[in-house]
Protein backbone atom coordinates (compact mmCIF):
# COMPACT_ATOMS: atom_id res chain seq x y z
CA UNK A 1 0.00 0.00 0.00
CA UNK A 2 1.27 3.40 1.02
CA UNK A 3 4.18 1.95 3.39
CA UNK A 4 7.66 1.93 1.75
CA UNK A 5 10.47 0.31 3.34
CA UNK A 6 13.62 2.41 3.29
CA UNK A 7 16.25 0.11 6.13
CA UNK A 8 19.15 -1.76 5.10
CA UNK A 9 17.29 -4.84 3.31
CA UNK A 10 19.24 -8.34 2.45
CA UNK A 11 18.25 -8.59 -0.63
CA UNK A 12 20.97 -6.01 -2.10
CA UNK A 13 23.82 -6.77 0.27
CA UNK A 14 23.40 -10.17 -0.91
CA UNK A 15 23.42 -9.52 -4.49
CA UNK A 16 26.14 -6.86 -4.31
CA UNK A 17 28.61 -9.29 -2.27
CA UNK A 18 27.82 -12.37 -4.15
CA UNK A 19 28.34 -10.66 -7.70
CA UNK A 20 31.72 -9.05 -6.44
CA UNK A 21 33.22 -12.52 -5.55
CA UNK A 22 32.32 -13.89 -8.35
CA UNK A 23 34.63 -11.36 -10.04
CA UNK A 24 37.32 -12.69 -7.69
CA UNK A 25 36.60 -16.13 -8.84
CA UNK A 26 34.71 -17.18 -6.24
CA UNK A 27 31.58 -18.44 -7.47
CA UNK A 28 30.94 -21.88 -5.26
CA UNK A 29 29.54 -20.59 -2.14
CA UNK A 30 28.12 -21.91 1.06
CA UNK A 31 25.62 -20.48 3.58
CA UNK A 32 25.45 -20.06 6.66
CA UNK A 33 22.64 -18.62 8.36
CA UNK A 34 19.47 -18.79 10.56
CA UNK A 35 16.14 -20.43 10.73
CA UNK A 36 14.08 -16.84 11.10
CA UNK A 37 12.52 -14.47 8.61
CA UNK A 38 15.92 -12.84 7.93
CA UNK A 39 17.96 -15.70 6.87
CA UNK A 40 15.16 -17.21 4.77
CA UNK A 41 15.70 -13.48 2.91
CA UNK A 42 19.16 -13.65 2.52
CA UNK A 43 18.72 -17.81 1.65
CA UNK A 44 15.67 -16.78 -0.98
CA UNK A 45 18.03 -13.51 -2.53
CA UNK A 46 21.22 -15.96 -2.57
CA UNK A 47 19.45 -18.33 -5.02
CA UNK A 48 18.29 -15.12 -6.88
CA UNK A 49 21.83 -14.15 -7.14
CA UNK A 50 23.03 -17.55 -9.17
CA UNK A 51 20.40 -17.06 -11.79
CA UNK A 52 22.79 -13.65 -13.02
CA UNK A 53 25.45 -13.46 -11.26
CA UNK A 54 27.53 -16.51 -12.28
CA UNK A 55 27.42 -18.08 -9.00
CA UNK A 56 26.39 -21.38 -7.60
CA UNK A 57 25.30 -22.22 -4.22
CA UNK A 58 27.18 -25.08 -2.54
CA UNK A 59 25.53 -25.91 0.56
CA UNK A 60 23.66 -24.18 3.23
CA UNK A 61 23.14 -24.72 6.35
CA UNK A 62 20.32 -23.38 8.60
CA UNK A 63 20.23 -22.53 12.51
CA UNK A 64 18.23 -21.70 14.75
CA UNK A 65 18.58 -18.31 15.97
CA UNK A 66 19.06 -19.60 19.54
CA UNK A 67 21.30 -22.35 18.88
CA UNK A 68 23.75 -20.79 16.65
CA UNK A 69 26.44 -21.76 19.38
CA UNK A 70 25.42 -25.32 18.26
CA UNK A 71 27.77 -24.81 15.06
CA UNK A 72 29.67 -27.96 14.83
CA UNK A 73 32.14 -30.46 13.50
CA UNK A 74 29.27 -32.32 11.27
CA UNK A 75 28.65 -28.67 10.10
CA UNK A 76 32.27 -27.87 9.10
CA UNK A 77 32.36 -31.55 7.68
CA UNK A 78 29.28 -30.87 5.56
CA UNK A 79 30.62 -27.41 4.48
CA UNK A 80 34.01 -29.03 3.08
CA UNK A 81 32.18 -31.94 1.26
CA UNK A 82 30.56 -29.05 -0.77
CA UNK A 83 33.30 -28.03 -2.46
CA UNK A 84 32.22 -24.77 -1.25
CA UNK A 85 34.84 -21.52 -2.40
CA UNK A 86 33.46 -19.02 0.15
CA UNK A 87 31.31 -19.16 2.74
CA UNK A 88 28.35 -16.39 3.58
CA UNK A 89 27.67 -15.94 7.48
CA UNK A 90 24.50 -14.42 7.49
CA UNK A 91 24.56 -13.91 10.69
CA UNK A 92 25.86 -10.92 13.14
CA UNK A 93 27.76 -10.15 16.48
CA UNK A 94 29.88 -12.93 18.32
CA UNK A 95 27.77 -15.33 16.90
CA UNK A 96 29.30 -14.55 13.49
CA UNK A 97 33.24 -14.39 15.08
CA UNK A 98 31.88 -17.93 16.78
CA UNK A 99 31.39 -19.80 13.97
CA UNK A 100 34.30 -18.09 11.88
CA UNK A 101 36.66 -19.65 14.66
CA UNK A 102 35.25 -22.92 14.60
CA UNK A 103 35.81 -22.95 11.06
CA UNK A 104 39.48 -21.97 11.65
CA UNK A 105 39.83 -24.42 14.44
CA UNK A 106 38.74 -27.34 11.97
CA UNK A 107 41.40 -25.80 9.84
CA UNK A 108 38.99 -23.88 7.33
CA UNK A 109 40.85 -20.44 7.71
CA UNK A 110 40.13 -17.05 6.06
CA UNK A 111 42.99 -17.60 3.47
CA UNK A 112 41.64 -21.09 2.85
CA UNK A 113 37.73 -20.73 2.89
CA UNK A 114 37.05 -16.91 2.51
CA UNK A 115 34.19 -15.62 4.59
CA UNK A 116 31.59 -13.04 2.96
CA UNK A 117 28.87 -11.28 4.81
CA UNK A 118 25.58 -8.90 4.92
CA UNK A 119 24.92 -5.61 6.41
CA UNK A 120 25.23 -6.84 9.74
CA UNK A 121 29.00 -7.49 9.52
CA UNK A 122 29.25 -3.29 9.63
CA UNK A 123 29.94 -3.87 13.31
CA UNK A 124 33.55 -2.44 14.44
CA UNK A 125 33.79 -4.73 16.82
CA UNK A 126 34.11 -7.53 14.12
CA UNK A 127 36.66 -5.89 12.59
CA UNK A 128 39.18 -6.62 15.40
CA UNK A 129 38.04 -10.74 15.16
CA UNK A 130 41.22 -12.43 13.67
CA UNK A 131 39.74 -15.29 12.06
CA UNK A 132 38.07 -12.81 10.31
CA UNK A 133 40.35 -10.41 9.03
CA UNK A 134 40.40 -10.35 5.16
CA UNK A 135 36.65 -11.20 5.71
CA UNK A 136 34.29 -9.16 2.96
CA UNK A 137 30.98 -7.88 3.01
CA UNK A 138 28.57 -5.63 1.36
CA UNK A 139 26.90 -2.15 3.15
CA UNK A 140 26.83 1.76 2.62
CA UNK A 141 29.57 3.62 1.99
CA UNK A 142 30.94 4.79 5.70
CA UNK A 143 32.29 7.89 3.65
CA UNK A 144 29.48 10.13 4.11
CA UNK A 145 28.49 8.61 7.60
CA UNK A 146 31.83 10.07 8.85
CA UNK A 147 30.83 13.59 8.14
CA UNK A 148 27.42 12.92 9.09
CA UNK A 149 28.67 11.22 12.57
CA UNK A 150 31.33 14.47 13.10
CA UNK A 151 28.65 16.91 12.46
CA UNK A 152 25.51 15.48 14.97
CA UNK A 153 28.66 14.81 17.91
CA UNK A 154 29.51 18.64 17.08
CA UNK A 155 25.80 19.72 17.86
CA UNK A 156 24.73 17.22 20.29
CA UNK A 157 27.75 16.35 22.21
CA UNK A 158 27.35 12.52 21.91
CA UNK A 159 27.57 10.21 18.80
CA UNK A 160 24.81 9.16 17.10
CA UNK A 161 23.20 5.96 17.15
CA UNK A 162 23.97 3.53 13.59
CA UNK A 163 20.51 4.42 12.63
CA UNK A 164 19.98 7.78 13.21
CA UNK A 165 21.53 8.25 9.07
CA UNK A 166 17.94 6.23 8.17
CA UNK A 167 16.47 8.91 10.01
CA UNK A 168 17.83 11.83 8.51
CA UNK A 169 17.50 10.78 4.79
CA UNK A 170 14.05 10.10 5.99
CA UNK A 171 13.43 13.50 6.96
CA UNK A 172 15.23 15.06 3.90
CA UNK A 173 13.39 12.76 1.48
CA UNK A 174 10.29 14.35 3.38
CA UNK A 175 11.79 17.69 3.44
CA UNK A 176 12.65 17.57 -0.91
CA UNK A 177 9.20 15.72 -1.79
CA UNK A 178 7.34 18.88 0.01
CA UNK A 179 9.61 21.51 -2.06
CA UNK A 180 8.95 19.43 -5.62
CA UNK A 181 5.27 19.67 -5.47
CA UNK A 182 2.84 21.59 -7.48
CA UNK A 183 -0.41 24.21 -7.15
CA UNK A 184 -3.47 21.87 -7.85
CA UNK A 185 -5.28 23.32 -10.88
CA UNK A 186 -8.63 22.98 -9.57
CA UNK A 187 -8.28 23.66 -5.94
CA UNK A 188 -5.73 25.90 -6.26
CA UNK A 189 -3.99 24.95 -2.95
CA UNK A 190 -0.23 23.66 -3.42
CA UNK A 191 0.20 19.78 -2.93
CA UNK A 192 3.50 18.25 -2.11
CA UNK A 193 4.84 15.43 -4.28
CA UNK A 194 4.28 12.74 -1.47
CA UNK A 195 2.72 10.04 -4.41
CA UNK A 196 4.23 7.05 -5.12
CA UNK A 197 4.83 8.12 -8.57
CA UNK A 198 7.59 10.28 -7.42
CA UNK A 199 8.23 8.14 -4.40
CA UNK A 200 9.53 5.57 -7.16
CA UNK A 201 11.34 7.79 -9.03
CA UNK A 202 13.42 5.42 -10.97
CA UNK A 203 16.87 7.89 -10.54
CA UNK A 204 16.69 7.80 -7.27
CA UNK A 205 17.76 9.89 -4.26
CA UNK A 206 20.95 10.49 -2.44
CA UNK A 207 21.25 10.55 1.08
CA UNK A 208 23.89 10.22 4.01
CA UNK A 209 24.42 6.09 3.56
CA UNK A 210 24.59 6.80 -0.71
CA UNK A 211 22.17 6.09 -3.15
CA UNK A 212 18.92 4.39 -3.16
CA UNK A 213 15.65 4.56 -4.57
CA UNK A 214 12.39 2.05 -3.65
CA UNK A 215 11.06 -0.60 -6.11
CA UNK A 216 7.61 -0.98 -7.40
CA UNK A 217 7.33 -3.35 -4.38
CA UNK A 218 7.92 -0.23 -2.15
CA UNK A 219 11.09 -1.75 -1.17
CA UNK A 220 14.51 0.15 -1.14
CA UNK A 221 17.11 -0.21 -3.42
CA UNK A 222 20.32 0.66 -2.15
CA UNK A 223 23.93 1.12 -4.25
CA UNK A 224 26.18 -0.36 -1.75
CA UNK A 225 30.24 -0.65 -1.27
CA UNK A 226 32.12 -3.62 -0.57
CA UNK A 227 33.83 -3.30 2.51
CA UNK A 228 36.56 -5.42 4.05
CA UNK A 229 38.36 -6.23 7.79
CA UNK A 230 41.70 -4.76 7.08
CA UNK A 231 44.04 -4.83 10.43
CA UNK A 232 41.60 -4.15 12.39
CA UNK A 233 39.43 -1.65 10.54
CA UNK A 234 36.36 -1.36 8.01
CA UNK A 235 38.53 -0.71 4.91
CA UNK A 236 35.98 0.58 1.43
CA UNK A 237 37.35 -2.34 -0.90
CA UNK A 238 34.90 -1.47 -4.05
CA UNK A 239 33.09 1.85 -3.74
CA UNK A 240 29.29 2.27 -4.33
CA UNK A 241 27.74 3.49 -7.51
CA UNK A 242 26.95 7.19 -7.87
CA UNK A 243 23.92 6.16 -10.14
CA UNK A 244 21.61 3.68 -10.98
Known amino acids: GNTFLMGFMPFAQV ?3 AS ?3 TRGLTRIALITTTDTYGMAVERS ?3 STRYNGVSLAHTIRLAPEAVYNFNVPDVQALQASGAQAVMIAIGGQQAAHISFILEEAGLDAATLPRLGTGLWDDPTLAVDPTLQGAQFAAPSPVMRQKFEHNYSAVYGTAPI ?3 SLAYDATALAAVLGKTGQIDQYT ?3 QPAFT ?3 LKNKNGFSGIDGIFRFTQRNLV ?3 LSVLEFQQNQIIEVDPAPDRF
Open 15 to 17: DRI
Open 20 to 22: YAA
Open 46 to 48: LRD
Open 162 to 164: RLA
Open 188 to 190: GQY
Open 196 to 198: GVS
Open 221 to 223: QRG
